[in-house]
T-cell receptor, first 112, second 112 residues
Framework: QKEVEQNSGPLSVPEGAIASLNCTYSDRGSQSFFWYRQYSGKSPELIMFIYSNGDKEDGRFTAQLNKASQYVSLLIRDSQPSDSATYLCAVMESGGYNKLIFGAGTRLAVHP | GAGVSQSPSNKVTEKGKDVELRCDPISGHTALYWYRQSLGQGLEFLIYFQGNSAPDKSGLPSDRFSAERTGGSVSTLTIQRTQQEDSAVYLC??????????FGPGTRLTVT
């Protein structure tokens, strides 16, 4: 059973701080990794994807990938209360069917 | 441009009835996915369509669930003889190239 693990949280950070969200996965053949943000009562919104080892930056967001350690992370700099949401890590299953395996999500709370 | 649309947004049905959920993908997207999200749970893959290829039905939880995609665009997910455990948010996503997946707003199904 291929799995994606995330700490459920809540992760509480003060406004302006860096939020660090982590994810581990079991499918060693996976090549594509995604972070979705889900506000309460809403559907997931794609915010970052990463395919290569290392860092990928997009505005206040940085995704980090370490395939050897089977570890993906998302850093949110200058956290804002509007960043408060559940962040879902998703890993594309190896084998060619492009199926995403989702973690249960980490709830982030940014307090003023 | 227009995103993924789903209808209805909410559906309440009695146990044992059949329901149909509809998904309109982003124009030009060849890949279409159905997931479901139960209360407090992660997203669970149901079925995947890619172009004219045979769908990947590996996530359908029982033979009461079926889906079709007509003309490579609109998809319908049908649940026959609904049970209370079918209550969930059913999410459709589409993708241009089978990698980045963009979700619709979902259909909240409640089986009473």
């Amino acid at each position: 059973q291929k799995e994606v693990e995330q700490n459920s949280g809540p992760l509480s950070v003060p406004e302006g701080a860096i939020a660090s969200l982590n994810c581990t996965y079991s499918d060693r053949g996976s090549q594509s990794f995604f972070w979705y943000r889900q506000y309460s009562g809403k559907s997931p919104e794609l915010i970052m994807f990463i395919y290569s080892n290392g860092d990928k930056e997009d505005g206040r967001f940085t995704a980090q990938l370490n395939k050897a350690s089977q570890y993906v992370s998302l850093l949110i700099r200058d956290s804002q209360p509007s960043d408060s949401a559940t962040y879902l890590c998703a890993v594309m299953e190896s084998g060619g069917y492009n199926k995403l395996i989702f973690g249960a999500g980490t709830r982030l709370a940014v307090h003023p | 441009g227009a995103g993924v649309s789903q209808s209805p947004s909410n559906k309440v049905t009695e146990k044992g009835k059949d329901v149909e959920l509809r998904c309109d993908p982003i124009s030009g997207h060849t890949a279409l996915y159905w997931y479901r999200q139960s209360l407090g749970q992660g997203l669970e893959f149901l079925i995947y369509f890619q172009g004219n290829s045979a769908p990947d039905k590996s996530g359908l939880p029982s033979d009461r669930f079926s889906a079709e995609r007509t003309g490579g665009s609109v998809s319908t997910l049908t649940i026959q003889r609904t049970q209370q455990e079918d209550s969930a948010v059913y999410l459709c996503a589409s993708s241009l190239d089978g990698h980045e997946q963009y979700f619709g707003p979902g259909t909240r199904l409640t089986v009473t």
